[in-house]
Nanobody, 126 residues
Framework: QVQLVESGGGLAQAGGSLRLSCAASGRTFSRYGMGWFRQAPRKEREFVSAINWSGGNVYYADSVKGRFTISRDNAKNTIYLQMNSLKPEDTAVYYC???????????????????WGQGTQVTVSS
């Protein structure tokens, strides 16, 4: 049974920081790419960031580049998203995702990912 459990969401002021964590279990996730998507109210789910199995390749949406940092600790089967200089438009539910390689879709599309967490709410006040 694959499980992805996100934590670290909450309320932050604009300009502040939050750190999201995603603990994975049920497979050897150190072999797989992982990442983060988010969905704001009345908006489509959007790509935030991705990281390959080793952490050597990382990708960011333009909207978060320079502010967010993705990382992983394979020994703990956990990935992180450090979010700095938060803006009200970062308010969304953030989802952790895992790519086990069944899809040929591009890394920034939801179809690429096989497993999704339940999401954690991030709210940024102005």
């Amino acid at each position: 049974q694959v499980q992805l459990v996100e934590s670290g969401g909450g309320l932050a002021q604009a300009g502040g920081s939050l750190r999201l964590s995603c603990a994975a279990s049920g497979r050897t996730f150190s072999r797989y790419g992982m990442g983060w998507f988010r969905q704001a109210p009345r908006k489509e789910r959007e790509f935030v960031s991705a990281i390959n199995w080793s952490g050597g390749n990382v990708y960011y949406a333009d909207s978060v580049k320079g502010r967010f940092t993705i990382s992983r600790d394979n020994a703990k089967n956990t990935i992180y998203l450090q979010m700095n200089s938060l803006k009200p438009e970062d308010t969304a539910v953030y989802y952790c995702v895992v790519d086990i390689g069944t899809s040929g879709s591009l890394y920034y599309t939801p179809e690429r990912y096989d497993y999704w967490g339940q999401g954690t709410q991030v709210t940024v006040s102005s």
